[in-house]
């Protein structure tokens, strides 16, 4: 919900970039034995089999669209 801006910022400064579905993930990392390289061999796995579960990532021209619709209902409503 909230990781859309930090998609958004690096974006240009990575050559591939994918974002994990929050509760996919979750899901997938649900163990007894729970650290971090334990968690980064279990995703680096899935982006090289490319079954990582993805969420979707809106693209700019439709978020900017998207932000301008919702303006225009805030006037609407407030008129």
């Not at 649900?30 to 993805?54: Q, V």
């Amino acid at each position: 919900m909230f990781s859309y801006w930090i998609y958004q910022h690096l974006q240009p400064k990575a050559a591939v970039l994918k974002m994990g579905h929050p509760a996919q993930m979750k899901a997938i990392s649900a163990g007894k034995k729970k650290s971090d390289k334990l968690d980064a061999r279990t995703i680096g796995n899935l982006l090289r089999c490319n079954l990582l579960p993805e969420c979707f990532v809106m693209p700019p021209a439709l978020a900017a669209l998207r932000q301008q619709m919702r303006f225009r209902r805030t006037l609407v409503n407030n008129r």
